[in-house]
Structure formats: C-alpha cells, structure tokens
C-alpha cells in the first residue's frame, strides 16, 4: 500500500472514529435523559408527592463546593451568589398533643357517682361532693334514614255531600303539597343533596353508595340516583350563568385543565379523551370555581365564553392558551412559578444538580415574600398596588439576580439534558412568570387552581368516566357548586341543600341569584 493510499485510509479512519465518537456522545445523552425519566416516573409513582425541601439538603450537599470549584472554570456564572448569605429560620417543633373535641359538637353526659354506702368518712360524717372530674369520649351515629310522610288533609261539605263531579260546584278540598324538587320520586333535597355531596365530595361512585343503602334495608338502585342527578341537574342550570356572572366580577381568573372519560360522544370513540377545563375567579371574598365539559384540550372558546371580561388571566405554559390570548384586548396574561420550580425540583432530586439546587433555594425567598403578603391579608382588601410595590421591592430583585444566573448558566449546559430543559422552559416563559411583579392581582402561581383540579382527579380515580355528555355536564356543574362551597368555608352538603329546597319556589332569575347568594352566606 503506497502512503497515498495509507494517509487517505488514515483520514477516513479519523472521520470515522469521530462519528463513533459523536453519536456515542449523543447515546449516552439519551440513556442518562432515558434514567432520569425512568427515576422521575418511580418517584411520581413511588415517592412522596410532596415538593417541599429543607434548604440544609441543599446547602449541607455539593452545592456550594461545586460552586467554589466551578468559580474558577466559569468566572461569572456564580458571581455575586456564592457568597450571598440564604437566611435558614430555625423553629422548635411542639409535641403534638390531642386536639380537643370541637364545642358544637352536642353533648351527652353521663354522671358516675359512688355507692351511697361509700358516702360515709371513717368518723362517720357524710361526705360532701366537692367537685368532679371530667372527661370527653367521641361516639357516632351511623346515617339515620327516615321516611317524610306527607298528610294532605281533604275537606267536603256534609249538607250537600258535594264532590268533585258535583254539577252545583260544591267540591272536596285537598291541602296542596309544597312545591317538590322531584315530585314523582321518593327522594327529598336532604337525600339528593347527601348523595351529591357522597359523590362529589367524598368521591363515592353511586354503586358503592347502592350497597350501602343495601345494608340499610334500602334498594336504591344507581340508575336511579343517575336519574335523580339528571333531573336536578335540568332544574338547576340557570345557577351556571350565575356562577359564570360571579367569575367575571373578579380582576383575575386562573384557568387549568385535566382529561374525562366520557361515552357516548357523537362521531367519537369511547375511548377518546375529552377534557374538564376549570375557571377560578370572582372577588378574593367570593371565590367562584366553574367546571367546564369540552370535547377537546384546545382554548379556542375561552376568549368568546369570556367575551365580555377584561382584567388578568393566568394559566399554565399550553401552548394553545398562548396562541387565544395572545390578541385579546384588555387582558393580560400570567404564567405559573410552580410549574418553573417544579422543573428543578424534578433536577435536584434524580441529580442533585448544583443549578438546580440554587434555582430553589433563590425562588425559596421570593416565595417568603409572598408568605408576608398573605399575612397581612391584602388580597382581600383588594390593595393591589401594595402587594406590587412589597413585590417590586423584595421580589423583583432576586428575580432579576436569577435571570442573570440562568442567562449565565444555560450556555454551559447540554440543552437536551434535564437542566437544559428546566432552564429554556424558565427562560421562555419569563415575561410571564414575572408579570405578578408588576400587577399586583395576579399570583406567583397557579396553585389555588390546580388545587381546584385535585378533587375531580381523586373522583375520577374512583368513578373513572360519565356515561353521557348529559352526564358529564351534570358532574361538571356539581363539582362547580361543591367546589365552590368548600372554597367560601361553606358545608357543601348544606349548600346543595339549600338550594335543592328553594329551586322548586324559583321562576325568576332574581330568584337563583338571591337563593345562591343565601346558600353562599353572601347575604
């Protein structure tokens, strides 16, 4: 072989030991994301649910040595935080003891006292009482069913035995009933407004709620409370314009979504996924949840649903939430802190990333300061421009120190590697996580809505899917009453009951808005 050919066969064995190279470079890349979503997914199914993180994991591990190190390697990345002191308030934790019974709960006493031969001292004096001691013990009663028997009183004339087929119109009076929510069923607003509260509130499917009335001695079968769901629903839909009304009177609405089983779609399978979209608003005093039923997660209908709102809007990162309310005059929108720090959190605990782990602990602070707001109870005062200029002052620098660091800090990380992500979702997303600063009416995150989500996602863990669109829409509505009681520190049992008793005397809308506003304790 000539040394033509040997160089030729050399550059080309170069070429190739570099491609080896490249793409063992991009594999090995692709195994480690692989391990850390594999590692995610045990700890979602496996871990605690919890993100909460004592800042001692963070500053007593490698965080601040690999700091010091990489100082020297990248000047400026870390400049001006390594040595920024991150306050770590100690706190003394009481043993906890057992909480006393609440004071409306009733009583029942029961007096022990000693044998009357027992009352006499040994010198042969009576004893005298001179105090006693006490204590508490919690018993229960199981549901006590019982049956409302109705007793019309009827009344005729014995002079002329008239009836109701007499000609000379002398007639038997019967007393009338009270209008009924149901009045061809045997079902009362206490028993729909328990089985609504059992399957929205405490997430019972109505199968199981038939075997317990089957110990009872009842046969209440569910296609029956499915019916009875139905039918109450039909009679109070006009409480969904009310709700909607008392969303829009808020200066700020948070909007999330999750996905519903639902059968029996037109043109659809039953198998395909339609969505509940949750709206969260109305005054601070009077927060209103509203579930929506949609066949599909696209928020193309928001904007004309809300066609006459103008104020603050805040949502997670979906895009097609971006793309609707890009061009929507007089909103502005706001993104969610949580989703952000949930993104290192996901980093530092497959990781330990030295990033990650200061992200965290600078988004602690900021956090803290919105700890202070909410103790001073602003928000409910409506002093908007308060809580912007405690923000301004206190949160926007650090804000802006972070910005600086992750500007820093995502040149020298692979851009597909886990902190890569984190860091360019933080950093897209900026102008809206950050717009809280500057209004003061919207939250560092959207939390109090997903919040809203937990409890259908809980229901639907147990019921799993509504039979019908009908069915959907029903639940959807319940939720929105229920959700919304739980929400203004109201029974949810004694709402819907409430309003099950009123709807039946209800014709006008004066007369939904005055009765949701009773059942509310708004008035």
């Given amino acids: 072989m000539s040394r033509e050919e040997l160089l030729a066969e050399n550059e080309e064995l170069k070429v190739l030991l570099h491609n080896i190279q490249k793409d063992n470079a991009s594999l090995r890349s692709k195994i480690s994301s692989l391990e850390n979503l594999v590692l995610g997914y045990r700890k979602e199914l496996y871990g605690s649910k919890s993100e909460k993180i004592d800042p001692s994991e963070i500053l007593q591990g490698k965080l601040f040595n690999e700091i010091e190190e990489s100082q020297n390697d990248s000047p400026g990345l870390y ?25 409306h709960i009733p009583r029942e006493e029961i007096i022990h006292d000693i044998p009357e031969s027992e009352k006499i001292c040994n010198c042969g004096q009576e004893l ?48 009338p009933l009270p209008p009924q929510l149901l009045p061809q069923s045997i079902a009362t607003p206490g028993l729909v407004a328990y089985l609504l509260t059992s399957k929205f509130v405490d997430h019972l499917p109505f199968y199981r709620m038939e075997k317990i009335f089957r110990r009872m001695g009842l046969e209440l079968p569910r296609s029956t409370m499915c019916n009875w769901t139905k039918q109450v629903y039909e009679k109070c839909k006009p409480f969904v314009s009310i709700l909607k009304q008392q969303l829009l009177e808020g200066s700020l609405i948070g909007i999330d979504e999750t996905t519903l089983q639902v059968m029996k779609e037109p043109n659809r399978s039953n198998t395909t996924k339609s969505y509940m979209r949750l709206f969260r608003g109305g005054h601070p005093d009077k927060p209103v949840l509203l579930y929506l039923y949609r066949e599909t997660r696209s928020a193309e209908f928001i904007p004309k649903f809300l066609n006459r709102y103008q104020g603050c ?18 909103v502005l929108h706001g993104g969610c802190f949580a989703h952000a720090r949930r993104k290192f959190y996901s980093v530092w605990q497959s990781e330990e990333d030295r990033i990650a782990g200061y992200v965290i602990l600078r988004l602690r602070e900021v956090y803290a300061v919105e700890k202070e707001i909410r103790k001073q109870k602003l928000r409910s005062l409506c002093l908007f421009s308060k809580i912007q200029k ?45 717009i809280y600063l500057s209004h003061g009416e919207f939250y ?5 809505v997903e919040n809203g989500i937990r409890p259908f996602v809980i229901g639907r863990k147990n ?40 709807v039946p ?8 808005e005055s009765l ?8």
């Avoid at 001006?80 to 006393?100: F, L, Q, W, Y």
């Avoid at 509504?466 to 919304?484: H, K, N, R, W, Y």
Wanted: aromatic share 10%.
């Fill in 79 to 103: 400049n001006g935080h390594a040595d920024e002191k991150v306050e770590i308030h100690s706190h003394t934790r009481k043993k906890p003891g057992r909480k006393p019974i609440p004071d």
């Fill in 128 to 175: 005298s009482r001179i105090g006693e001691e006490t204590s508490e013990k919690l018993d229960i009663i199981p549901q006590k069913v019982f049956v409302v028997k109705h007793i019309r009183y009827k009344y005729a004339c014995k002079h002329c035995n008239g009836d109701e087929r007499n000609e000379a119109g002398s007639v038997i009076k019967t007393a």
């Fill in 313 to 330: 809007i805040q949502t997670d990162a979906f895009s097609s939430y971006d793309s609707n309310f890009r061009n929507w005059k007089g």
């Fill in 390 to 434: 405690i923000r301004e002052e206190k949160s926007k620098p650090i804000l802006d120190d972070l910005k600086t660091f992750l500007d820093s800090a995502y040149s020298q990380v692979l851009p597909k590697s886990p902190i890569g992500e984190a860091i360019r979702y933080t950093l897209n997303e900026w102008e809206r996580l950050t």
């Fill in 444 to 448: 560092i995150d959207n939390n109090l």
């Fill in 463 to 502: 019921w799993l899917f509504s039979g019908s669109p009908d069915g959907a829409e029903a639940s959807t509505f319940f939720f929105s009453i229920v959700q919304t009681a739980i929400a203004n520190k109201k029974d949810p049992y004694a709402v819907l009951r409430t309003l099950f008793e009123g």
């Fill in 505 to 512: 005397a209800s014709h006008l809308t004066q007369d939904f």
């Fill in 516 to 523: 949701f506003s009773k059942s509310m304790g708004w008035v």
